[in-house]
């Protein structure tokens, strides 16, 4: 089983950046994929980014391609999540999440670890 832990969330006004930070434990070397997804207030939780854990490219939600950017700790087990040119509508709460046999894919229902999540507000 793999724990997932988030960090790094919070208030930054429009235009901004925010870098989370999700530490993994457990099973997290077995990790197929690492990714990010965030809900909004009153919508459903959507897709934001993710990367093959031993190494690939990444992939975006078209919604943040060019401001976001997945990438994995160099000696740690951690996967961040810069985000750059931050906008109001990116404002939700975050979530970590991995998957386990499944390299590439966006689909929350192939993601089976997941963190507790952490906000992220930007305000106009």
């Known amino acids: 089983q793999v724990q997932l832990v988030e960090s790094g969330g919070g208030l930054v006004q429009a235009g901004g950046s925010l870098k989370l930070s999700c530490a993994a434990s457990?099973?997290?070397?077995?990790?197929?994929?690492m990714g990010w997804f965030r809900q909004a207030p009153g919508k459903e939780r959507e897709f934001v980014a993710a990367m093959p854990w031993s190494g690939g490219n990444p992939y975006y939600s078209d919604s943040v391609k060019g401001r976001f950017t997945i990438s994995r700790g160099n000696f740690k087990n951690t996967v961040y999540l810069q985000m750059n040119s931050l906008k109001p509508e990116d404002t939700a709460v975050y979530y970590c999440?991995?998957?386990?046999?499944?390299?590439?894919?966006?689909?929350?229902?192939?993601?089976?670890?997941w963190g507790q999540g952490t906000q992220v507000t930007v305000s106009s």
């Open positions: 457990g099973r997290a070397f077995r990790a197929a994929a």
């Open positions: 999440a991995a998957s386990l046999g499944i390299f590439y894919s966006s689909r929350e229902s192939d993601f089976t670890s």
